[in-house]
């Protein structure tokens, strides 16, 4: 849903993705890809280093960066480093995106993922947050109670 609600909120902005090589990661990047917003490619365990450079120079060519912090294989609501190392060395601020919705299908997967049922009713929020002057456990922390704030458990 995140996708789809950050490209109705900027229909024109030049945006990328971290994804992970995974299988998954693939259908997810087609999906991008239809939305306009390019990948990159790298999780935590997998080419970390060259995604995170990768997502500088994106910064640098003016585009946002959209990614998942709980990584690829989690855990569920883990913070990993990534978005508030980017967020801190970059010195920009965070936009959290997430909705709950009224009926769903939720998997039997290492996520918990929500499929919202048709016809439900779906609220998105949108918290932009800044990170500034924080420590970078400070700021996993506080990105972390902000995005647990509107999830379906």
Known sequence: MSPQAYRYLHKTQSAAAMISHHFDGELIARVYAFLGISSMRGSGRKGAKEVFFKAFRAIKEGKEILLT?????????YMHDGAAALALKSKLPVCIINFTCDHYWQ?????????????????????????????????KKYLSAKMLEDTII
């Open 107 to 139: 998997l039997n997967s290492w996520d918990r993922f929500v499929i919202p049922k048709p016809f439900s009713n779906i609220e998105f929020h949108i918290k932009p947050l800044n990170l500034e002057g924080m420590t970078l456990e400070d700021a």
């Open 69 to 77: 912090p709980d990584g690829p294989r989690g855990p569920r609501h």
